[in-house]
Protein backbone atom coordinates (compact mmCIF):
# COMPACT_ATOMS: atom_id res chain seq x y z
CA UNK A 1 0.00 0.00 0.00
CA UNK A 2 1.12 3.39 -0.84
CA UNK A 3 1.43 5.69 1.92
CA UNK A 4 3.49 8.92 1.96
CA UNK A 5 4.70 10.82 4.96
CA UNK A 6 5.77 13.98 5.56
CA UNK A 7 7.37 15.75 8.45
CA UNK A 8 9.44 18.82 9.42
CA UNK A 9 6.55 21.37 9.91
CA UNK A 10 6.66 23.30 12.96
CA UNK A 11 6.31 27.51 13.46
CA UNK A 12 9.10 29.39 12.10
CA UNK A 13 9.78 33.52 12.19
CA UNK A 14 9.03 35.46 8.79
CA UNK A 15 12.18 35.26 6.49
CA UNK A 16 12.91 31.81 7.98
CA UNK A 17 13.36 28.61 6.92
CA UNK A 18 12.22 25.00 7.36
CA UNK A 19 12.89 21.78 4.71
CA UNK A 20 9.97 19.10 4.52
CA UNK A 21 10.14 15.55 3.83
CA UNK A 22 7.79 12.70 2.05
CA UNK A 23 9.06 9.59 2.79
CA UNK A 24 7.37 7.11 0.03
CA UNK A 25 6.35 3.37 1.26
CA UNK A 26 7.63 2.06 -2.22
CA UNK A 27 10.79 3.21 -4.86
CA UNK A 28 9.75 6.08 -6.32
CA UNK A 29 12.29 5.88 -8.84
CA UNK A 30 9.41 5.39 -11.45
CA UNK A 31 7.27 7.43 -9.97
CA UNK A 32 6.41 10.36 -12.94
CA UNK A 33 4.08 12.61 -11.06
CA UNK A 34 5.08 13.99 -7.18
CA UNK A 35 4.41 17.04 -5.69
CA UNK A 36 3.64 19.31 -3.07
CA UNK A 37 0.52 20.95 -1.90
CA UNK A 38 -0.86 23.00 0.74
CA UNK A 39 -4.38 24.19 2.15
CA UNK A 40 -4.59 27.50 4.78
CA UNK A 41 -7.63 27.57 6.55
CA UNK A 42 -10.74 28.40 4.90
CA UNK A 43 -8.84 27.93 1.03
CA UNK A 44 -8.43 25.22 -1.23
CA UNK A 45 -5.76 23.10 -1.37
CA UNK A 46 -3.34 24.19 -4.14
CA UNK A 47 -0.38 23.14 -6.24
CA UNK A 48 2.91 24.55 -4.42
CA UNK A 49 5.80 22.53 -6.79
CA UNK A 50 5.90 19.36 -8.73
CA UNK A 51 9.17 17.30 -10.13
CA UNK A 52 9.31 14.50 -12.59
CA UNK A 53 11.44 11.74 -12.63
CA UNK A 54 14.10 13.29 -14.72
CA UNK A 55 14.04 15.86 -12.27
CA UNK A 56 11.59 18.76 -14.10
CA UNK A 57 10.39 21.31 -11.60
CA UNK A 58 7.18 23.37 -11.76
CA UNK A 59 6.48 25.83 -9.16
CA UNK A 60 3.92 28.33 -8.29
CA UNK A 61 4.22 31.55 -8.91
CA UNK A 62 3.90 32.37 -5.40
CA UNK A 63 6.69 30.23 -4.31
CA UNK A 64 8.88 30.60 -7.35
CA UNK A 65 12.67 32.01 -6.36
CA UNK A 66 12.12 30.94 -2.52
CA UNK A 67 11.27 26.92 -2.35
CA UNK A 68 13.07 24.35 -4.01
CA UNK A 69 11.37 20.57 -4.93
CA UNK A 70 13.24 17.70 -4.96
CA UNK A 71 13.78 14.48 -4.79
CA UNK A 72 16.52 11.48 -3.38
CA UNK A 73 15.47 8.01 -5.44
CA UNK A 74 18.10 6.15 -3.33
CA UNK A 75 16.25 7.44 -0.90
CA UNK A 76 11.87 7.06 -1.46
CA UNK A 77 11.97 10.47 -0.58
CA UNK A 78 10.94 13.94 -1.92
CA UNK A 79 11.60 17.23 -0.30
CA UNK A 80 10.65 20.68 -0.39
CA UNK A 81 13.18 23.37 1.10
CA UNK A 82 11.39 26.66 2.07
CA UNK A 83 13.53 29.60 2.43
CA UNK A 84 12.02 33.46 3.25
CA UNK A 85 9.11 32.14 4.61
CA UNK A 86 5.69 34.59 4.59
CA UNK A 87 2.81 35.14 7.17
CA UNK A 88 1.07 33.91 3.82
CA UNK A 89 2.87 30.53 3.02
CA UNK A 90 0.94 29.05 6.81
CA UNK A 91 -0.76 26.31 5.66
CA UNK A 92 -0.78 22.11 6.12
CA UNK A 93 1.44 21.01 3.36
CA UNK A 94 0.48 17.71 1.62
CA UNK A 95 2.65 15.02 -0.12
CA UNK A 96 1.10 14.09 -3.33
CA UNK A 97 2.68 10.52 -5.59
CA UNK A 98 0.43 9.97 -8.78
CA UNK A 99 0.43 6.33 -9.73
CA UNK A 100 -1.38 5.28 -12.54
CA UNK A 101 -3.76 8.26 -13.03
CA UNK A 102 -4.58 7.63 -8.70
CA UNK A 103 -3.09 9.95 -6.09
CA UNK A 104 -2.14 8.99 -2.98
CA UNK A 105 -1.80 11.82 -0.26
CA UNK A 106 0.20 11.67 2.99
CA UNK A 107 -1.64 12.76 6.18
CA UNK A 108 -0.03 16.66 5.92
CA UNK A 109 2.53 18.65 7.83
CA UNK A 110 1.29 21.73 9.43
CA UNK A 111 3.73 24.71 8.90
CA UNK A 112 3.05 28.33 10.76
CA UNK A 113 5.18 31.57 9.95
CA UNK A 114 4.63 33.59 12.39
CA UNK A 115 6.48 36.59 15.08
Known amino acids: QVQPVESGGGLVQPGGSLRLSCAAS????????MGWYRQAPGKQRELVAT???????NYADSVKGRFTISRDNTKNTMYLQMNSLKPDDTAVYYCNLRIAFTDYWGQGTQVTVSS
Open 51 to 57: ITSGGTT
Open 26 to 33: INIFRING
